[in-house]
Structure formats: C-alpha cells, structure tokens
C-alpha cells in the first residue's frame, strides 16, 4: 500500500522522534514524573525540566523565560490574551481592536467579549492578505484596551508587520497580542525587541505534541484569570503542570530553528507553487513577498475543491483551517481578501514540514495534474479557467 503523503502540516505536525524520548523520560517511575509544584526531590527534578523548557522557548522567541506561561495549547492562549486582557480593566476602557482574518479562537473570542458589552473593531485587510498598520492606528481609541493581530496568518500564510503595530500600539499606551502559531520555529521571533506585550505559541505546529501551548505575557500586564486554583501560573492559571508535554514543547523549541528550516521549506514550497502554476488555471492567495514559507494556498479554478480533496485521497491537505473543516461555508479568510464563495470553495492550502521531501513535492504534483485533468474534463469546464 503506498503511504498518504502528509501536505496539512499547518494543521499540526508529527512529533519529532527527539520530543518523543524528552516526553517520555518523564512518564514512568524511572523518570521524572513527580508534580513539579512538590517540594520533595522527584519534584524539584521535574520543575527543573519544567524552568529549562521556559528557557528554551523563551531563547527561541527573545522572551524572558519567566514570563513564559504554560497553557493547554494557542486556543486556550489566546482566549486567554483577549478575555484576561479586557475582563483586567475598568469599564472606561473596553474597546478591542482585531481583524477579520483571525484564528476562530480569537473571532470567537471577541464575539463573547462583545456580549460582555466590549466594543469590537475589526479591521479589514487587503487583496494580498495585508493588515495595513495605518488601519491600526486610525482604529484606536481612548478607550481601546488591546489590539489582537495574527502573525502569519494560518490559511493564506501572510506575515503581518507586528513590529510596526506593536510601535504603534506603545505609542497610544495600547497592549498588543500576537497570535505565533504559524510563526514560531518558521520565522525569526523577536518578542522583546518588537515590544510586543502578550503571544500565543503552541507545540504541535513545530513537531511538539498536542495539548500543551503557551501564552508570553510583558511585565506589568494584567490579566484575569480564566482557570483557577492552587500555584497559578504568573497567578493568572491554575492547575498542576503537565512536566511531559511541557518538556516535549521545550525540546520541540530548540530543535525548531527558523535559520536551518525556513530556507529548506522556502525552497520546497516555491518548487510547488511553480509546478502547480505550471498546470494552468492556478492562482496563489496571498502577498507572495510576505509568506512564510510553509503554506501555500492556491486555488484551482474550474473544479470544486472538495472533489479535488476527495479524488486525491492518498493526500493529505485541506481546504483550509482545521478548526473550521466542520463548517460548510467558504473561508472568512478567502472571502475577505475578494474571492468569491465559488472560488474560495475550489482552494486548497498545502502544509510543508520538516519531514517533507521534495520527492514528495514531485508526487503531490503528478497527481494534483492528473485529476485536476480527470475533473475539468468531467465538467467540461476547460473555457471558463483558461478565460479567467
């Protein structure tokens, strides 16, 4: 049987073979598997591999590893920015800023701010995927509380100018919160020469395991608690800290190194945007100047996309973020950057990662060929790409 080749590696990643072992060296009887918050020595060996994985993300996105908090994953992180950030101030000041382009953990989350009687902004971006930091500026108020921007975005894979926002966030005494899912281990990270004041990080999109994430939070930032009980985290999150997937998350950060994998992932991805291109009717999403260089979206004109899905069932890709796979309608990501609810449903993004091959790259695209062909001809639907 030939085995699925893996192209959804924004979706999540499989976890590098080195966190495996740093994980499981914390799960039996022979490891350290104690409670780190215990005062016994088992206990102090786990918090200890507990402070080096701090260190370990902290170093790899320029943030002072203390104010690292451990959270279940980015979702958890995020709602955790947004709701802290506005729930922490006084009613004078509840306005949030965000933009129509974000993770469904922070659209969601500001639709519940807003039944809490937050005003919420959302900005727009343009054709190629770009917030304008202008935007930004011009949407803040006296009493804006946070402005909320993802960094790369998760399905088009556009780099946001967070560094200029974040400037000119300080310069309106305004916090920003950066969403790095997708950024993190892709592309350099510099939290604390950006000034940026909160960022949501997760370990299962850089070969880390699932369930475990982390928010940064800048000195002198409150937040409201969302989950409580005995030694918080930065007395913000309760609960007693997973060591193994902690350590996983760690060990996941100090492999991920932007200047070893983001050239060899740059070169893959434009390999298969070119050779897609190659096959006619194929339009690329997103400024092609500003991408991180693991997604790729790309819509194939002249065929639904959810039949392409389905004839190429050895593949594995999607149609765009998985938290929204359940959900009939187009893509608010797609829709807001013009295309329309026919186009958005005949795209697909494919997800490099550091297990693919450019052998896989090759593949991928022989058999995209060969059933876009199969299912243009089946439409009968050759004049209406080719005119487009």
Partial sequence: MTPILYFDNAATTPVDPRVVEAMTACLTAAGEFANPASGHAPGARAKRL????????????????ERILFTSGATEANNLALKGALRARTAERRHLITTRIEHKSVTESARALAGEGVEVTYLDCDAQGIV?????????????????????????????????????????????????????????????????????????????????????????????????????????????????????????????????????????????????????????????????????NVTFRGVDGTSLLCALDDIAISQGSACASSTPEPSHVLRSIGLSDALAQSTLRFGLGRFTERADVERLVERVGMELKRLRTLAGSAPVWCSS
């Fill in 50 to 65: 507990v402070e080096e994985a701090r260190a370990a993300i902290g170093a790899r996105v320029n943030a002072p590893p």
């Fill in 132 to 296: 304008s930091p202008d935007s930004v500026r011009a949407a803040i108020t006296d009493a804006t509380v946070l402005v909320s921007i993802m960094h790369v975005n998760n399905e088009i894979g556009v780099i946001e100018d967070v560094a200029e926002i974040a400037r000119i966030c300080r310069s309106r005494g305004v916090l920003l919160h950066v969403d790095a899912a997708q950024s993190a281990g892709k592309i350099p990270l510099d939290l604390a020469g950006w000034g940026i004041d909160l960022c949501s990080l997760t370990a299962h999109k850089i070969n880390g395991p699932k369930g475990i994430g982390a928010l940064y939070v800048r000195r002198d930032v409150a937040l409201a608690p969302l989950i409580h009980g005995g030694e918080p985290e930065l007395g913000v999150r309760g609960g007693t800290l997973p060591t193994h997937q902690i350590a996983g998350m760690g060990k996941a950060y100090e492999l991920a190194d932007p200047a070893l994998e983001g050239a060899r992932l740059a070169e893959l991805r434009d390999l298969l945007w070119c050779s897609l291109a190659a096959l006619g009717g194929v339009t690329r999403n997103g400024c092609p100047e500003r991408s991180a260089p693991h997604i790729l």
